[in-house]
């Protein structure tokens, strides 16, 4: 792991040459960050960057994100810091996300001050059928069938706790799979769990077998309580761009 966190750390230099950009942020995302890695995952590289202040006046359009790597070992993209904040004004559940991540490869200052507002632009609704739409496309997609992969039914039961911790807590969710299952998950199905947990862990991502009704029809009460809870949440509370404008700009004069 230690080799890997180095040719990360050097790419991200590279990255920064190549494309002259400064990193603001970088992180783990995927099964890696959620703590359920099988061994044979990639690593999923995420990071915030931002260009010097000339490129953001060119009256060309320019690409707002950055395809770095993609391969059996690294998947690794970034998105640009005035993308990150228009999508944070809509809270766009990724944002929430990769800020979250509990794997950090590279942070700045400029990012800290990014994170003394980030939760104020959580919208519960938008996180809410964000994560209820990724549960209900896994579930259709993988955990129908009387053989299933096995390992997706982290990719259900994740989304779906995530869910349920924004109806309890009206925030955005952790990232590590642990914590929510510890908040959110009905004690009972911590023997399956604890199964699909060691499986995940230990064998390949193809991993099939026998669906487990237990947790099906888990899924299934879960999946139709939350999209009945939906249209009780909150409405958009407007925010003022303004403090964004001013925060885009302090971190343009000072990188």
Not at 181 to 200: G, Q, R
């Amino acid at each position: 792991m230690e080799s890997i966190e180095r040719q990360i750390r050097e790419k991200l230099d590279r990255i920064e040459t190549e494309y002259d950009v400064k990193i603001l942020h970088c992180i783990e995302s995927g099964s890696r960050a959620w703590g359920f890695a099988s061994p044979d995952s990639d690593f999923d590289v995420r990071f915030f960057y931002v260009h010097k202040p000339e490129f953001y006046l060119r009256l060309d359009r320019s690409s707002d994100v950055i395809n770095y790597e993609l391969n059996d070992v690294f998947d690794i993209n970034g998105w640009d810091l005035q993308k990150a904040l228009r999508l944070l004004y809509k809270s766009n559940p990724t944002i929430f996300e990769w800020n979250n991540s509990p794997i950090v490869y590279r942070t700045t200052p400029q990012w800290q001050r990014v994170q003394s507002v980030i939760d104020e632009y959580f919208l519960s609704k938008s996180g809410l059928y964000h994560y209820l739409s990724m549960a209900k496309s896994n579930y259709k997609e993988y955990l129908k069938g009387d053989t299933v992969r096995l390992k997706k039914y982290f990719y259900v039961i994740r989304p779906v706790l995530a869910c349920l911790w924004i109806l309890e807590k009206n925030s955005p969710p952790p990232m590590l799979f642990s914590e929510l299952v510890s908040a959110e998950l009905d004690k009972s199905l911590m023997p399956y769990i604890d199964y699909l947990f060691e499986l995940k862990t230990n064998s390949p991502e193809s991993e099939y077998g026998k669906k487990i009704p237990e947790i099906n029809s888990y899924l299934d009460l879960k999946i139709k309580e939350i999209s009945s809870k939906i249209s009780e949440t909150d409405v958009r509370t407007e925010k003022n761009w303004d403090n964004l404008n001013r925060l885009f700009l302090e971190i343009l004069r000072t990188t």
